[in-house]
């Protein structure tokens, strides 16, 4: 085969980015936007000695998972990786990965595991309640907003993004009106010029309430105040500011923000937990599938109220606030000091005093409360980020041997390595389920929980 070849294969598997997987005489094809069930005529782009990359061209048999993506820059955007499948597809194949991870590396057999249904969202479309549009312009002169086509500065142009909120493009019609009527020109990274660079919009789901940063190239924002009147008209609007980053950089947010109308945060709720978010904040980002995915960890710690649990790389505290509900203790340990801030004055907010928060490293803190100050654990529940959980941390849990690990991970890899060190010191798995924080992306997050068998091979 040479390179712009043209060929037939038939889409037996996909792999863990949601490519679909084929194979010629031997020699493996991975072509983006199909589906495992389809046969597709392709065409050889790069290739290496055992495998290679191909483009779709046209799809001869479609697999019965396909189905016709609903946004229509959906390809050259590239932001949702499984457009091509149907939703009750890309959920099957979410189970499959963190699955196949778990026999894979994880070294587990199938009968050690018992997986729950993926938790999936009735409707997969605008569960986003934050998004971050960079400003440019076209050919023309023109103002644009959108979203950076895959691994390049290049804007697709969509200011309604389905997995985004309705008011999202409301919004950026108001800036650009803003922009043309004072003149103001959006930023350009090549000449490093140019006022505004992006925006960013969140929502509270459960509040309505609505906030809007504008990200300058300057020192200050010409006319604020007939940018918050204008925002006004939005339904929901509750906080407006504008933020100052001069840098080439492409870090989306400057270091300073200047309020221009509002509290400087947003308010909303997971389940009866109450939260105030403010720019900086991380929160959430698909906050219905999060209380779910809260309510599947809270069930599986099994708490009665006479439990002290610990909340490792806990955030602003969000799970450790939902834990303390039914917990006799929560300690919840991050290792950003404005995270903890956070945290603590959501515990304050909702009258929450059962929990105490310590700013470090989990595998730092957690080491030092159980050895130094004799601190305890029935239940220990992490969500490390992507990376996984640190070597010397697992080793202090099967030190503290607490009752139940419940382990929430976005990356089923390191989860897979970092089960079998506890599964190797004594633990094993009770129950495993997905939950779809991403639909239309590869992403998939998975809660287990191991309770303690002492059955040890460390
Ligand atoms: N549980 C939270 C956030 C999980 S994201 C929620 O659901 O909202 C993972 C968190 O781990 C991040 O906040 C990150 O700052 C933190 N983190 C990364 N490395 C860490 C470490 N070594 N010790 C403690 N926290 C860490």
Not at 171 to 182: A, V, Y
Not at 280 to 309: C, H, I, M, W
Request: charged share 30%; aromatic share 8%; proline share 3%.
């Amino acid at each position: 085969m040479e390179k712009n070849q043209e060929f037939v294969v038939a889409i037996e598997d996909m792999n863990e980015d949601g490519a679909g997987v084929g194979r010629v005489d031997g020699y493996i094809w991975f072509v983006k936007d199909t589906v495992m069930g389809d046969v597709v005529r392709a065409k050889a782009m790069k290739m290496k000695k055992t495998y290679g990359f191909a483009r779709l061209m046209e799809v001869l048999e479609p697999s019965p998972g396909r189905a016709e993506p609903l946004c229509p820059v959906a390809k050259q955007c590239g932001g949702c990786q499984l457009q091509a499948m149907s939703y009750e597809e890309q959920l099957r194949f979410k189970e499959r990965k963190v699955l196949n991870n778990l026999l894979r590396i994880g070294k587990f057999s199938r009968d050690e595991i018992e997986m729950l249904p993926i938790i999936g969202m009735e409707k997969p479309w605008r569960y986003r309640n934050k998004a971050q549009f960079p400003f440019g312009e076209n050919k023309e002169g023109e103002i644009i907003t959108g979203f950076y086509a895959g691994r390049t500065h290049n804007i697709i142009e969509n200011e309604d993004c389905l997995l985004g909120v309705e008011e999202n493009r409301e919004i950026l019609g108001i800036i650009k009106r803003f922009m043309k009527e004072n003149g103001l020109r959006p930023y350009s990274e090549k000449e490093h010029k140019g006022l505004v660079r992006h925006a960013l919009i969140r929502k509270g789901f459960r509040t309505g309430e609505l906030m809007v940063c504008l990200v300058i190239n300057g020192e200050r924002l010409p006319k604020k105040e007939r940018l918050a009147e204008l925002l006004l008209q939005v339904k929901g609007m509750t906080s407006i500011s504008y933020s100052m980053n001069r840098e080439k950089t492409n870090v989306i947010m400057g270091k300073e923000i200047v309020d221009i109308y509002g509290p400087g945060y947003i308010t909303d709720y997971i389940g009866a937990v109450k939260y105030q978010i403010s720019l900086l904040s991380f929160y959430q980002v698909n906050p219905d599938q999060t209380e779910k995915l809260y309510r599947t960890a809270l069930e599986f710690a099994e708490l009665t109220g006479d439990e002290v649990a610990w909340d490792l790389y806990c955030g602003i505290g969000t799970i450790s606030l939902f834990l303390a509900q039914r917990a006799k203790m929560v300690y919840g340990v991050e290792l950003v000091t404005e995270a903890i801030r956070d945290a603590k004055k959501n515990a304050e907010i909702n009258g929450i005093r059962n929990v105490e928060f310590f700013v470090g490293r989990a595998e730092e803190v957690l080491l030092e409360e159980y050895e130094k100050n004799g601190l305890y654990a029935d239940v220990i529940v992490l969500d490390p980020p992507r990376k996984g959980c640190d070597e010397l941390c697992l080793n202090t849990i099967l030190k503290m041997g607490p009752k139940r690990v419940v382990y929430i991970s976005c990356n089923s890899a390191t989860l897979s390595r970092d089960l079998r060190y506890l599964a190797d010191g004594g633990y094993r798995i009770e129950r495993v389920r997905c939950c779809d924080m991403f639909p239309g992306t590869y992403h998939v997050e998975v809660v287990i929980m191991m309770t303690y068998c002492g059955d040890k091979k460390k």
